[in-house]
Structures are given as C-alpha cells and as structure tokens.
C-alpha cells in the first residue's frame, strides 16, 4: 500500500493546524512522524484516517482519494492505533481485538471463521494470545499497547497509522513493540516523540513544525544538528550506535535552549535546577550495548 499526501491542510474550528503537508510512504516503507509537542502529528494521522476533514489537498490509498471512500473502506486499507484506549470500558482483550473486524462485519453480524482466525492471529503476532479472556482495563500500559496493535493487525490492512506507540512503554517494552512492527510486511507511518527510536527504526523520519513539513528522508540525513536545535530547541550531538552503526543522537540543555514557560508546555527538564550549575547530558533512549538493537537495514 503506497500512501501520498499532497498539500494536505486540516484546520479546527477555523484555525489551521497542518498546512500543505506533503508526504509518501511507500509499500512496506517505515516512516516516523517527529515534531514538538501541538506540532499536529495526531491531526495529519486522523485527517489521513479520514476521521478529520481536510480543507485543502489530497490523501491517496494507492492512488484512490480517501475521500471518495467510505469509512467502512478507509479502515479496511489503514489502521490507527490511537493514543486513547477504551479502558473505562468491561471489554475483555478478544473483545477489544474483535472490534477491528467491524469494518468486514454488518450490523448483527455474528463472527465468522475468518474473524476468529484473525483475531486469533493477532494475538499470537504481539505475544499476547494466553491473556484472551483477561479484561482489558486490568492490563498493564505496555500490554494494552500490545492488544492494540492486535487489533489493527486483526484489521488486515496494508497500512498502519501508530500514534506514540511507546508511550508509556519501558524500554524493553518499546524496542520489542517497534522490532515487531519493523518485521511486519505494512507500510507505517508512526508518531514518535524519542529521537533516537525514530532513528533506529525507521527507514526516513517526516518533521513537522508549527503544522508543516520542514524535512524528510533518512534519518541521518534529516536529524541534523541545526534541524534538531531549529525545531525543538536543543543541542543534539550526533553520535554512532556502537553495535548498529545507525545515528545515535545525545542531547544537552545548553543556551537557545526553549523555556517551558515560552510554549506552556514543560520539556522535561526539571524547573528546580539552580541556572549557573552545570546541565547534564541526556541521551533520548537507552539504545545502548544491548543484543535488541536493530540490525542496519
Ligand atoms: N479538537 C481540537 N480543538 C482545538 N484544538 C485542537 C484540537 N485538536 C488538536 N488541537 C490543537 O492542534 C494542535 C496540534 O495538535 P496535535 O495533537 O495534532 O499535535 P501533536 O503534534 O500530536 O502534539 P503532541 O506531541 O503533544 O501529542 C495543538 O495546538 C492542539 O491544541
């Protein structure tokens, strides 16, 4: 499934929050969506999804307008694993899994053979088959993740949408999550907020800004230190993976560095810290000596 985005615009309530987004992802092809906190990378996954309307530019599924599909059509191409679950609710991990049959299902439809294998499938691909019948809000953060991917995957379509998949996610539990959707045959599109997963997983990263698509292409071509300082405000030293050779970025709260209070919204850095003392050194993830790190592709 080839995605391409041209000049897609999404405004809400009047206000523009994507402009003139251009982007392809090719059949298979692995592609982070990086950007600062409220840059609209939740906005252009639900206005590809369909469930947000553009107000200029087009979404094509293989070359068909999404528009001129129903939605029904549009989840059985693409898959969004959003960053909401709907843990309030008594559904148990099968149930929640079988909701990604619906767009095969009708109304009153009971489940058929084909549900059920897929559903069964799904499970088994993230690991998770043994915890069925388990109810869904009593598992962990890392285990719900993985029950959502099982319900995208039970959706059978050629494109996955993934928003922060590794949210909540320890780092075990995330490059396990992003190793297997690198193994999967799906063309995705994944919101990722770490840097250096979005280096090591992903074939090219698209960087938004304020709503528009600053760069894109290999992640060492595009994750630049002056793009890195441009776009979120910091120092990125570019260094590499010891074991993959792939770019491995560390980070230092030096000067230029943006304030939390400049954009209401706390980097991370704790606000306690005496100002002439100097920063730490922080590195994004730990991809460091480990035997989970992903081989070169
Ligand atoms: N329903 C809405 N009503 C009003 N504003 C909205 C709505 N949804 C999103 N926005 C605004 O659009 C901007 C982009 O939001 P979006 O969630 O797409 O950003 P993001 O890049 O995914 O952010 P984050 O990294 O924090 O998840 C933000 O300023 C947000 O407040």
Redesign the pocket.
Known sequence: MKLSLAGVSVE??S?P??TGADLDVAKGEKVGLV????????????AIYRSLRLVRGTVLLDGQDVSSLRQREVARRSALVA?ETASDFDFSVEDVVALGRAPYQRAFDRESAADRQAIAEGLERVGMASYRIRAFATLSGGEKQRVLLARALAQETDLLLL??PTNHLDVNAALDLLELVRRLDLSTLC?L?DLNLAAAYCDRVCV?QA?RVVAIGPPADVLTESLIHDVFSVHAHRLTHPSTGRLLLAFSAGEGRRAPDETG?DSGTPQTEPPDEPRPERAAASLGETSRSPSTT
């Open positions: 809400i309530d206000v929050i994507v950007g600062p906190n409220g840059s609209g990378k939740t906005t252009l996954l639900r960053q928003d922060e919101v907020h938004l709503g919204v």
